[in-house]
């Protein structure tokens, strides 16, 4: 089997729910009031909120 490339992740800070690439390239953000859920750090990202699932 593949390796998971994508996070579900839900912001601490409004509980919006979305889904994340695991390696990103710049920070992600949530789409609903721009706090940062992840971050990147060369390989896997840092995940600075809580993760429900691999997608
Ligand atoms: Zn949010």
Redesign the pocket.
């Known amino acids: 089997m593949m390796a998971s490339k994508f996070l579900r992740v839900k ?1 601490r ?4 729910e979305q889904v994340v690439f695991e390696r990103p390239s710049s920070s992600i953000k ?6 940062v859920l992840a971050e990147p750090t060369g390989g896997k990202a840092k995940i600075k909120t809580d993760v429900i699932s691999k997608v």
Do not use: A, D, T
Not at 30 to 35: D, H, K, Q, R
């Open positions: 912001c800070k409004c509980k919006n949530c789409l609903v009031c721009e706090e």
